[in-house]
């Protein structure tokens, strides 16, 4: 809806700046009510994380309480004791996704760097519109830009220091700057394999911003709280490789090892196929990665000349 209509939906979150409020609503249950706040969906999922961590923190420290139990718990300190509620500090991990077009006000759909590979001349078009933008990490936090594909699949991942070291340093083939402003020599790309079963950061970055969630079908646990799995097994000839490494959750990750019959396989560009025991097979597409066009139909055959 909202690239439909762009004015219409940022003439309706304007006024909802000006509507918010916190609402006490009573519960089904005797003796309790939901508070809601309602927030700008950043601000809201900043808290939502911050929540979640720290109820987890003393899940891990032995409470058994269930985890929802432990975040009503947790945001009701927050809220009544922010000073002495004893709980740890903790930082929180917000990934937004937003076009190059879209931050730079001259369009609403999202911002591509088109082909592969990335080339010294995407490089520094991208270096030149961020910085026009002046995007900067937050206090505490980290920037990290991702390039995507025609498809909106995941080429690079690049934080501001590595997009300035690319564009100056060009493509190590043709390091006259005009000769390869036109070259097609990759400049960067996936982050390399290593033979290690552990992934490397650079890997864990790139899988992360890229999947975003578990990826087991319909599930959609956060990736803060997912394990990077080998989508082909280590110790059956798996590659440490972001296209043999993906994001499980603890629950997704324990099925795919230890039930018997599951079949799990994915393309180099992360979609993933699981196929399960009876064999069912479902898709799940990295987020924002379109499906590749339907092949048209082929025309019906023509009527035969008369005579009949």
């Known amino acids: 809806m909202v690239e439909l209509d762009v004015e219409a939906a940022d003439v309706r979150r304007k006024e909802a700046e000006q509507t918010a409020d916190v609402h006490v609503h009573p519960s089904a249950t005797d003796g309790r009510s939901t508070i809601a706040a309602d927030l700008p969906t950043d601000e809201a999922f900043e808290c939502f994380d911050v929540v979640d961590q720290l109820a987890r923190m003393l899940k891990a420290d ?3 309480r269930r985890i929802g139990a432990l975040r009503a718990h947790v945001l009701s300190l927050l809220i009544r ?36 590979p990335i080339t010294a001349a995407h490089v520094r078009a991208l270096l030149a519109r961020v910085g026009a933008l002046g995007l900067a990490a937050p206090e505490g936090g980290s920037l990290r830009f991702a390039i995507t594909g025609p498809d909106g699949e995941l080429l690079a991942t690049l934080t501001p220091a590595e997009l300035d070291r690319l ?3 060009c493509c190590p083939t043709h390091h006259d700057v005009e000769t390869a402003s036109s070259c097609g020599c990759p400049v960067t790309g996936r982050p390399p394999g290593t033979a290690a079963y552990t992934p490397t950061a650079r890997q864990r970055a790139f899988v992360s911003i890229r999947d975003r969630r578990c990826r087991f079908p319909n599930c959609g ?3 803060g709280w997912a394990d990077l799995d080998h989508v082909t097994a280590h110790n059956c000839g798996g590659a440490t490789d972001c296209a043999n490494l993906c ?19 994915m393309t180099p ?8 025991p009876s064999g069912v ?3 799940t597409r990295p987020p924002g990665m379109r ?15 008369p005579p009949f």
């Open 62 to 64: 032995g409470d058994p």
């Open 81 to 116: 004791r922010p000073a002495d509620s004893g709980l740890p500090p903790v930082t929180a991990n917000v990934t937004v996704t937003a076009g190059l077009d879209a931050l730079g006000g001259t369009g609403s759909t999202p911002g591509e760097v088109n082909g592969l």
């Open 167 to 169: 564009a100056r340093r």
């Open 221 to 223: 646990q956060r990736v």
């Open 247 to 265: 994001c499980l959750c603890r629950s997704h990750h324990r099925l795919k090892t230890f039930a018997p019959g599951w079949r799990f396989t």
């Open 269 to 276: 560009d992360g979609v993933l196929q699981v196929t399960t």
């Open 281 to 283: 097979t479902r898709t």
């Open 291 to 305: 499906p590749p066009p339907e092949s048209p139909a082929e025309p019906p055959p023509a009527d035969d000349p």
